[in-house]
């Protein structure tokens, strides 16, 4: 080989090397850039968010199964609001934080994506419905406790578990059916597609649900107070019942002068007091008789100091008395809930409907993620403010410690 021949072959080699550096260089930095892509803090934030709300709505569901005291109707419709979380962790969150950990890019297949914006958008109804079930549910509570059971499941309430699944479904069913496979759409991004699909879910799923469950909160307090000021003022006539029977008694002749029968008649109960007036005018007993001669006497039975028991108003009571106290967790709910997903539905229907409106994805992912931290707050509501709920959910984590 001659001199020249042999310069250009070194010549050669030395450009196919310089070659092969750069393009490993190219693709360390395509590895390096790809790696920065990826959402670590997502990762970690999302499986921590799915770990807490399996396990708190697992624990609110056991204890209304096992403890007694929480088999109500009203804990039976938290229980269908904690399956609807659970679902939700189950079967979107996992995909949820997959997309964020790749960074809000869509690496799998279109059918999927489909899937779960169907599961999201049905689940996130069903929670908003169920809490709209639960506030029809407290207003016949307040409105006609005669006519509420709270023991047992009554075929009004089966009504409004099953409407509100099936409410949820249909909202949801279009995005399956094909509504998200618009003219050029673009696989990397898994979101609903349809603008007008947008608007209807965001109404039908929210903007109309909350001001009717708002309305119907506003009744229920408005009916409790009127009950509790029927309440205050039956207690003020009780109260002076009293105290006119107290100033009848005071014109009444001392004990000493009154016949020995009298204080066991005091003492006994107001159903032996009427066997025994009944026994006094029985036609059985001789005209002549000592202790018929000059009459009945009369008698002060304390039991007339005592409220009216009349088992209407008794059960009235206690059945007011009881809502009264599960109305303090109930608003609390609804309120974390309004305060997670308002952000969301307001912003989601603007991108909808607003073409020249700039929302930046970073914003639109902060919002979804308030969302979906609702689902673990709800567990935690019940424990702070539902004593038999926090009862059951001490019992448990002690006898997961020991």
């Known amino acids: 080989m001659s001199p020249l021949a042999q310069l250009l072959w070194l010549g050669r080699d030395q450009t196919d090397a310089a070659?092969?550096?750069?393009?490993?260089?190219?693709?360390?930095e395509a590895g390096t850039a790809a790696a920065a892509r990826h959402n670590l803090p997502a990762l970690v934030f999302g499986v921590l968010l799915i770990v807490v709300i399996i396990c708190g709505n697992l624990m609110v569901c056991l204890s209304v199964f096992v403890e007694k005291a929480?088999?109500?109707t009203t804990n039976y419709f938290i229980v269908s609001l904690a399956v609807a979380d659970l679902m939700l962790a189950v079967l979107v969150l996992?995909?949820?934080v997959y997309s964020e950990f790749q960074d809000?890019?869509?690496?799998?297949?279109?059918?999927?994506?489909?899937?779960?914006?169907?599961?999201?958008?049905?689940?996130?109804?069903?929670?908003?419905?169920?809490?709209?079930?639960i506030s029809i549910d407290r207003f016949i509570a307040v409105s006609i406790p005669l006519n509420y059971n709270r023991k047992?499941?009554?075929l009004r309430q089966v009504v409004l578990l099953s409407a509100t699944w099936i409410l949820a479904l249909a909202v949801a069913s279009p995005v399956i059916f094909g509504i998200n496979n618009v003219p050029g759409r673009d696989p990397s991004e898994c979101k609903?597609?349809?603008?007008?699909?947008?608007?209807?879910?965001?109404?039908?799923?929210f903007f109309i649900p909350c001001p009717i469950m708002l309305l119907l909160y506003c009744g229920m307090f408005r009916g409790l107070r009127r009950w509790e000021e029927a309440r205050k003022a039956k207690l003020k006539d009780s109260i002076q019942a009293c105290r006119k029977l107290q100033e009848a008694t005071a014109t009444l002749p001392p004990l000493a002068s009154l016949p020995p029968l009298l204080p066991p008649i005091i003492e006994r109960d107001p159903a032996d007091t009427l066997d025994e007036a009944s026994t006094l005018q029985s036609p059985d007993l001789p005209p002549n008789s000592t202790e018929n001669k000059d009459g009945p006497v009369p008698a002060v039975s304390f039991a007339e100091i005592k409220f009216n028991h009349d088992p209407r108003r008794r059960k009235r009571a206690k059945i007011n008395s009881r809502e009264r106290k599960a109305m303090k967790v109930l608003p609390v709910v609804v309120g974390a809930f309004l305060f997670c997903w308002t952000p969301f539905f307001v912003l989601h229907t603007m991108r909808a409907r607003c073409q020249e409106c700039h929302i930046p994805p970073a914003l639109m992912s902060v919002v979804t993620w308030?969302?979906?931290?609702?689902s673990a707050l709800n567990p935690i509501i019940y424990t702070v403010f539902n004593t038999e709920?926090?009862?059951?959910?001490?019992?448990?984590l002690q006898r997961c410690c020991s």
């Open 19 to 28: 070659q092969m550096v750069a393009n490993l260089s190219a693709a360390q």
């Open 70 to 72: 929480l088999k109500t």
């Open 94 to 96: 996992p995909l949820f």
């Open 104 to 133: 809000g890019v869509w690496t799998l297949n279109t059918t999927i994506c489909d899937a779960l914006m169907t599961m999201d958008v049905m689940l996130c109804t069903a929670s908003i419905f169920n809490l709209c079930a």
């Open 152 to 154: 047992h499941v009554d």
């Open 192 to 205: 609903l597609e349809n603008d007008d699909y947008v608007l209807y879910s965001s109404v039908c799923s």
């Open 370 to 374: 308030l969302g979906y931290v609702n």
């Open 389 to 396: 709920f926090r009862n059951f959910f001490k019992k448990i």
